[in-house]
């Protein structure tokens, strides 16, 4: 089913807990008309900012793209849109980082918004790019279809495929893969735990749980589990630890305001929020089982 006009428009809503949509037309992106329409400019420069440890927001006005840092080269999660890129890159390198020392390049999920800059990416640093599997399969084709909201993007060698629980590590630093399929079939969340004020903290790299209409709950053709892959997901989002919940658009967890915080000299860190963890995860789960009780 093509994303329609309603579908396209809420990709540029904000749900009750803050959490937004996907979506964003870059410039050799195919998207149908409408949608590249509902999602332009998402890739304006953002100033980047540090988040708690080797953790860096790099991303832009719309896409929060984190990078993470290590003695031995830098890990990238998403890439965002083709002319996200050079904001990216223009980003890693104010804060005084080399865009060429990104080493492995990971992504929350195979929407266009997200992996469209990867080949890109991939050119510019030699990276290497791992994925799961079920999201690996979208990248490489270059999306199209459903699953990818008919949006389409250049096609992505894929180095390797992670499974549930597998460790991702460079440089001292280990982020894992926890597989949390529903908004694509290979969504993951990332975990990985940061040194900062003294404390250990737990930082979750939310995959996303927004609900898509030409992703029905039930009688989908294209995704016939995806009602029990969402029931898998918010098991594990309901019982992972998390002092610092990060997602793939600004707009999950108030990003840009905690950043306002933190540049006042607020302490302790304002990107330490496990109570709007809870409560961004308890309001996703109560849209979804709303949804679910529609079907």
Known sequence: ??????????????????????????????????????M?????????????????????????IYLITTPAGHILLDSGLEDSVPVVRANV?????????VKILLSSHAHADHVAGHAQVKALTGARVLASAADAAVIRSGGGGPIALDMKWPPTVVDGEVSDGQSVALGGTVLVAHLTPGHTPGATTWTTT?????????????????????????????????????????????????????GPHVAFFGLFAKRDRAARGETPNPFIDPT???????????????RLADK
């Open 1 to 38: 089913m093509r994303p329609g006009r309603r579908s396209a428009l809420a990709l540029v809503t904000i749900v009750a807990s803050g959490v937004v949509s996907s979506g964003c037309a870059g410039p050799r992106l195919h998207y149908p008309a409408h949608v590249a329409d509902g």
């Open 93 to 101: 390198e104010r804060l005084g980082f080399h865009f060429g020392d």
């Open 194 to 246: 940061v040194e900062d004020g003294g404390r250990r903290l737990a930082v979750v790299f939310f995959s996303s749980a927004t609900l898509f209409a030409e992703m029905p709950l039930s009688g989908n053709a294209e995704y016939p589990q995806i009602a029990a892959d969402f029931e898998r997901s918010y098991a594990f989002w309901n019982a992972v630890p998390c002092d610092i919940p990060l």
């Open 276 to 290: 709007g963890w809870k409560q961004t995860i308890a309001a996703q789960e109560a849209n979804f089982r709303r």
């Open 40 to 64: 332009r400019g998402w890739s304006r420069r953002a100033e980047p900012f540090h988040v708690a440890g080797n953790i860096y927001f790099v991303g832009t006005n719309e896409l929060a």
